[in-house]
């Protein structure tokens, strides 16, 4: 795979200024210098090989924050997003100019709920675990992220699944390729790593002691550890830093306060309208933020969403099935939402939805009456609000990362297919290169490690 620098990789900077105050340092070099460790601490990116800047030209463009742009000029550099502008727009002196006339230009797809990279399901150890990270659990070398690529997916929330009422935290990753985990990590402003929590209520999380047998036993121990969380954080405060006074750690309770500090955004499993009425009468009682997925039945409550102003990632399935609360799921769901004023994304849940077929998702809500400009920015823009990443990702603006795919024609045809996914300016899909190719369009397993006897131990997935 073709390494990057990751966000947490950034340049050793101490050693690079050894020397910086002998005399035979120059105020000119400095100014050099300093400017060289700027660049690079904003950008964590190789930047190498993108020294020169890269036009597409004679391309659709569709920017979403802005109507498309036919035979338009895109141009990136170093990671960002530099020009998006109509036929005769300049491009930069010395730029590799590609003319990909006929094609469509788009930004990379958000995937708000995804389960690839190889992760387990939720722990069956007890029904909370907030300490619980998907982070621990992801194997960055697994074929699902190469395929994601394939489908034009740049970045993902991977999370763990929705057998536990909290299954812990999630993880925001733009899908470079990499080596370690940290490669394919974003970080917020703040320093921290980028990532949600992962709740659920409805069918998933019942099931015999110490998990809840009813829904009202569910949201009743929901209930309760935000109040341990509201009290562990009191105490903590009151405390002032005196060690004698500070409560015991508490992972579990500490990432809960990040929710009720609103820090880390849950990501809600629900289906059925009165478990939706359910999250939203807990997010009112304790102010977190959230994002309602999967919704199937929301077009049956769509105005108290809307009046809750909660976003909503909803599925779109094109053979529906699987669980009795989700009976009711239905492809209109995104046009009624759209119609009440709620935020709608997508997801692909992979592998529920093959994240090489995340396109199609948008197309059926189009299909059953969504609007065409919301069901494009569901996939990308929108996804990026849930995640807090709109003003990196979602649209193509001057500033932003340079997430993009290049697509054969119109994003919500049948006929069109992923050529290109680029992320922070570099390739990382290519389907006219044979090996890459192969994650568009092999069969299950297409890529998966060489499979190998296992004489004691069974198959390779059941190593997995």
């Known amino acids: 795979m073709r390494a990057v620098t990751s966000e947490n990789q950034r340049a050793d900077f101490p050693p690079a200024t050894r020397g910086f105050d ?9 100014s ?14 190789d930047l190498r090989a993108q020294e020169q800047p890269l036009a597409f030209t004679g391309v659709q463009i569709i920017p979403i924050s802005g109507d498309p742009i036919d035979q338009g000029v895109f141009v990136v550099h170093r990671g960002k997003i530099i020009t998006v502008g109509p036929r005769g727009t300049a491009t ?12 469509v230009l788009m930004p990379g797809l958000v995937d708000t709920h995804s389960h690839i990279g190889g992760i387990s399901g939720g722990d069956p150890s007890s029904p909370i675990q907030p300490e619980l990270r998907v982070l621990d659990s992801i194997d960055v070398r697994d074929a699902s992220i190469q395929k994601a690529q394939a489908g034009g997916i740049t970045t993902a929330n991977i999370m763990h699944g929705s057998g536990l009422l909290m299954s812990g935290q999630t993880l925001y990753l733009k899908l470079r390729d990499g080596n370690v985990i940290e490669d394919l990590i974003i970080t917020n402003k703040d320093g921290r790593i980028a990532g949600g929590m992962k709740m659920a209520n409805g069918t998933n ?9 009813t829904r009202a036993k569910s949201a009743a121990l929901v209930r309760e550890k935000f109040v341990a969380a509201q009290e562990y954080h009191d105490k903590a405060a009151r405390a002032n830093g005196d060690p004698e006074k500070l409560p015991a750690r508490d992972l579990g309770l500490e990432a809960v306060v990040e929710v009720l500090d609103g820090k880390r955004v849950v990501q809600h499993h629900t289906h059925r309208h009165d478990d939706i009425l359910t999250v939203l009468r807990l997010q009112k009682e304790f102010g977190f933020r959230v994002v309602l997925h999967h919704v199937s039945e929301g077009w049956k409550v769509a105005d108290e969403i809307a009046a809750a102003k909660v976003p ?3 599925i779109v399935l094109d053979s529906p099935g699987g669980k009795l609360e989700a009976r009711d799921v239905d492809w209109k769901t995104g046009a009624v939402l759209e119609k009440a004023g709620v935020l709608v994304g997508f997801h692909t849940d992979d592998s529920v939805t093959d994240s090489r077929l995340f396109l199609r998702s948008a197309a059926f809500a189009v299909r059953a009456g969504m609007t065409r400009a919301g069901a494009l920015k569901g996939l990308t823009l929108a996804g990026a609000i849930m995640l807090d990443l709109q003003d990196r ?32 300016g570099k390739k990382v899909f290519d389907r006219s290169d044979e090996k890459d190719r192969l994650w568009a369009t092999g069969g299950h397993g297409a890529g998966n490690p060489r499979q190998t006897p296992l004489c004691c131990f069974g198959t390779w997935e059941d190593m997995r």
């Open 32 to 45: 050099v210098l300093l400017a060289v460790i700027l660049f690079a601490g904003f950008f964590p990116i």
């Open 22 to 30: 002998e005399p035979s340092f120059t105020a000119e070099h400095k």
């Open 393 to 424: 990702i979602g649209s193509l603006e001057p500033g932003k990362d340079a997430d993009f795919i290049l697509l054969s024609g119109d994003p919500l045809s049948v006929y069109s297919h992923v050529l290109e996914t680029w992320i922070d």
């Open 205 to 213: 999380p019942r099931r015999d002691p110490p998990f809840p047998g």
């Open 312 to 314: 909503c990632s909803i």
């Open 92 to 103: 930069p002196a010395g730029a590799t100019v590609r003319d990909v006339s006929g094609k």
